[in-house]
T-cell receptor, first 113, second 113 residues
């Protein structure tokens, strides 16, 4: 079945450092890919998404490119801020899976001032 | 716009008791979902509903039931709670469109003793 694997955390960075959180997926069809972010004490909210190969999703300085050849959707940001401290979830939604969304385990990011 | 509301915010429940977690959305979304979030496991789908009047089982449905009498409400019931159901529960909705984006409520923290 479909699955999502993302790098284990926590990831600790200093402010203005470069961020990469790796995400790879397994899917039978042609899924849409997502990154969700969860700030402390809140529910998840969509950060960015890509719906087909080679699409790049971007929002708030974060980017991720849908790489079908490597089945990856790595999250990057050039300069992190303390306010980016949160848990980041990679996810996929596959039409063949009835549009149910499969989430990775989440990666906690700490950004130090 | 409120989006998705959940109640209660938190609850401590004795094992063997029943409990209903409430979820209401005001976005007129067709699909609704219940997830549980456990450390290291990400989000796991409990039950879902693609439209009012229909429900389906997710990855971890045992011990839980749902109903979808109308578009806005999607309550989750634990008939006889057990300690392994201690978790944070999130309700979510999506419009069922090509975007497949899900919108999450703030969560209910449930402790079963």
């Amino acid at each position: 079945g479909d699955s999502v694997t993302q790098m284990e955390g926590p990831v600790t960075l200093s402010e203005e450092a470069f961020l990469t959180i790796n995400c790879t997926y397994t899917a039978t069809g042609y899924p849409s890919l997502f990154w969700y972010v969860q700030y402390p004490g809140e529910g998840l909210q969509l950060l960015l998404k890509a719906t087909k190969a080679d699409d790049k999703g971007s929002n708030k300085g974060f980017e991720a490119t849908y790489r079908k050849e490597t089945t990856s959707f790595h999250l990057e940001k050039g300069s992190v801020q303390v306010s980016d401290s949160a848990v980041y979830f990679c996810a996929l939604s596959d039409r063949d899976g009835g549009f149910k969304t499969i989430f990775g385990a989440g990666t906690r990011l700490f950004v130090k001032a | 716009t409120a989006g998705i509301t959940q109640a209660p915010t938190s609850q401590i429940l004795a094992a063997g008791r029943s409990m209903t977690l409430r979820c209401t959305q005001d976005m007129r979304h067709n699909a609704m979902y219940w997830y549980r979030q456990d450390l290291g496991l990400g989000l796991r789908l409990i039950h879902y509903s693609n439209t009012a009047g229909t429900t389906g089982k997710g990855e971890v449905p045992d011990g839980y039931s749902v109903s979808r009498a109308n578009t806005d409400d999607f309550p989750l019931t634990l008939a006889s709670a057990v300690p392994s159901q201690t978790s944070v529960y999130f309700c979510a909705s999506s419009p069922i469109s090509s975007t497949d984006t899900q919108y999450f409520g703030p969560g209910t923290r449930l402790t079963v003793l």
